[in-house]
Nanobody, 122 residues
Framework: EVQLVESGGGLVQAGKSLRLSCAAS????????IGWFRQAPGKEREGVSC????????IYADSVKGRFIISSDNAKNTVYLQMNSLKPEDTAVYYC???????????????WGKGTLVTVSS
């Protein structure tokens, strides 16, 4: 069974940093896409960042480009999201998700974590 467990969320002041972790277990896809999504109150879930194993390409939403970095530690089966220069509009529940295949498409992800809340105060 595939499990994704996020951690690292919390309350932080604007301008500060947080690092989210996503511990993955149980999936053996050779070709996969794993990424971070977020959902703010009253808004739709949106993609934040994605890593594709096929070509090792990373993708970022325009709203976080230059501030967030996705990385992984294969030995720990963990994916990270380093979030720098946080803004109040980054406040949301952040989810980790994975799919077999290419591209982090919100409606095509196969497995989701339960999310971790990030709150950025002004």
């Amino acid at each position: 069974e595939v499990q994704l467990v996020e951690s690292g969320g919390g309350l932080v002041q604007a301008g500060k940093s947080l690092r989210l972790s996503c511990a993955a277990s149980g999936f053996t896809f050779d070709d996969y896409a794993i990424g971070w999504f977020r959902q703010a109150p009253g808004k739709e879930r949106e993609g934040v960042s994605c890593f594709n194993s096929r070509n090792r390409r990373t993708i970022y939403a325009d709203s976080v480009k230059g501030r967030f970095i996705i990385s992984s530690d294969n030995a720990k089966n963990t994916v990270y999201l380093q979030m720098n220069s946080l803004k109040p509009e980054d406040t949301a529940v952040y989810y980790c998700a994975v799919r077999a295949g290419y591209g982090c498409l919100r409606y095509a992800m196969d497995y989701w974590g339960k999310g971790t809340l990030v709150t950025v105060s002004s």
